[in-house]
Nanobody
């Protein structure tokens, strides 16, 4: 019953900013949002899906792929069952469908439907 839904995508000019949100539903007292590590992935036409950033369940640890480090920031608000991806200094190469992913332990995985980010002048 767990579902993830991304939002916040759109069209921006190079150098612009965008904040993506991923909100989870279907979490319970015994299966909390905070028990899941979250990550953002993106996929461009003709390319494989790639990891963009990740954040641990309590938000204490984050990772970024080299090409976005310093420009993107991943954060989460477990009280709102939401993970964010703040994207600054966007470039055309960042154009992709962005997906959020939840993983618990090493087996339970959920994906959102994706949101389109287009960076173009």
């Amino acid at each position: 019953q767990v579902q993830l839904e991304e939002s916040g995508g759109g069209l921006v000019q190079p150098g612009g900013s965008l904040r993506l949100s991923c909100t989870g539903s279907g979490f319970t007292f015994n299966n909390t949002f905070g028990s899941y590590g979250m990550s953002w992935h993106r996929q461009s036409p003709g390319k494989e899906r790639e990891l963009v950033a990740s954040i641990s369940g309590r938000g204490s640890s984050t990772t970024y792929r080299d090409s976005v480090r310093g420009r993107f920031t991943v954060s989460r608000d477990n009280a709102k069952n939401t993970v964010y991806l703040q994207m600054n200094s966007l470039q055309p190469e960042d154009t992709a469908v962005y997906y959020c992913k939840a993983i618990r332990g090493a087996a339970t995985i959920y994906w959102g439907q994706g949101t389109q980010v287009t960076v173009s002048s």
